[in-house]
């Protein structure tokens, strides 16, 4: 293997930067020709490439997102769009493929090992929903950037005796909620993985009133529905005032932490030597606090979500 290329694919997580920069440092240092792939699969299929070198690579931990940029595309959906990748791999004499992304990105790199082709995977998702890792880079960060937001909303909650439901990221999986929630005193969390139930939200707000507690913070993942929905109903149901905050993509934003720069860093050079080691389909995971080598055929099979067993068991405390 003499020529290796990486591409960062759907949503930006903090610490993919950390990645790129181990990918590039030690594929130099294995002599190793690094190739960066701009906007992800599209950018696959269009042969938009470019060398990187030690000095591209310079001064980027410290930042969000990912120089190689993200996009969509619809069209790597396809075989034809997948082979056409293939081919513009091949024409470069590009011996291996290194995907950064979440659940979507490592199925379209399952693919192109199902078509043959050597590729590694590593996980980058907020919403730390992939299957054989304990967490995914950007998590962390995510959560911190959630925690910091709650910590000033309830500086004004507490002031204006106010119910603020804060909205966050979490489609399928409700882990930034749960996490985020858990840690920063949230009175209520809920969840994709468990069924919203109004009367037990009403009830604990009652007895939160009972104990002359006039101010709460509920925090929702969005797969559970419309916060200003939730927000109406306790409203109409207690009689008390709400305010809804929607997070949204500020959660995805800011310098990455620690636990996500060292993901991103051990990642990354474990997934180069997994192609120099002829180990390919396969995720970096990261397991008892080291990096596992991860069947991708088991990652996009499984699906990662909150047990709702922990989630009641932790319930006593909020």
């Known amino acids: 293997?003499?020529?290796?290329?990486?591409?960062?694919?759907?949503?930006d997580a903090p610490g993919m930067n950390s990645a790129i920069r181990s990918i590039v440092r030690y594929g130099l240092s294995q002599r190793l020709e690094i190739i960066g792939i701009e906007r992800g699969y599209q950018g696959l299929i269009e042969g938009d490439f470019r060398k990187l070198n030690r000095e591209d690579v310079s001064e980027i931990v410290q930042k969000g997102g990912t120089i190689l940029k993200t996009a969509r595309s619809d069209e790597f959906y396809k075989e034809e769009g997948q082979r056409k990748a293939l081919e513009n791999?091949?024409?470069?004499?590009?011996?291996?493929?290194?995907?950064?992304?979440?659940?979507g990105s490592l199925k379209g790199a399952f693919s192109?090992?199902?078509?043959?082709?050597?590729?590694?995977?590593?996980?980058?998702?907020?919403?730390?929903?992939?299957?054989?890792?304990?967490?995914?880079i950007g998590f962390d960060t995510a959560c911190n950037n959630v925690i910091d937001a709650i910590n000033k909303i309830r500086d004004t909650a507490a002031a204006h005796e106010r119910t603020f439901v804060v909205e966050v990221m979490g489609r399928d999986c409700g882990y930034i909620a749960f996490t985020s929630g858990l840690v920063s005193g949230a009175d209520v969390i809920l969840i994709p993985e468990v069924p919203l139930d109004f009367p037990y939200?009403?009830?604990?707000?009652?007895?939160?009133?009972?104990?002359?507690?006039?101010?709460?913070?509920?925090?929702?993942?969005?797969?559970?529905?419309?916060?200003?929905?939730?927000?109406?109903?306790i409203e109409?149901?207690?009689?008390?005032?709400?305010?809804?905050?929607?997070?949204?993509?500020?959660?995805?934003?800011?310098?990455?932490?620690v636990l996500d720069r060292t993901l991103g860093t051990f990642m990354?050079?474990?997934?180069?030597?997994?192609?120099?080691d002829k180990t390919y389909g396969v995720i970096i995971g990261w397991q008892s606090n080291k990096p596992v080598s991860v069947s991708l055929e088991e990652v996009v099979k499984n699906k990662k979500r909150v047990d709702p067993k922990l989630y009641y068991e932790v319930e006593s405390i909020l």
């Open 236 to 257: 109409d149901r207690l009689g008390i005032s709400t305010r809804i905050v929607v997070l949204g993509h500020i959660q995805r934003g800011g310098s990455p932490s």
């Open 201 to 233: 939200i009403i009830e604990k707000l009652k007895e939160r009133q009972k104990k002359l507690k006039r101010h709460n913070i509920i925090v929702v993942a969005e797969g559970v529905g419309s916060a200003y929905f939730i927000g109406k109903q």
């Open 112 to 136: 192109l090992y199902k078509l043959g082709y050597p590729v590694v995977g590593i996980p980058g998702s907020i919403d730390n929903d992939i299957w054989g890792t304990d967490y995914s």
């Open 268 to 276: 990354g050079i474990q997934a180069v030597r997994s192609l120099l």
């Open 89 to 103: 791999l091949e024409r470069e004499n590009i011996d291996g493929l290194i995907v950064i992304g979440g659940e």
């Open 1 to 11: 293997m003499r020529k290796i290329a990486v591409l960062t694919s759907g949503g």
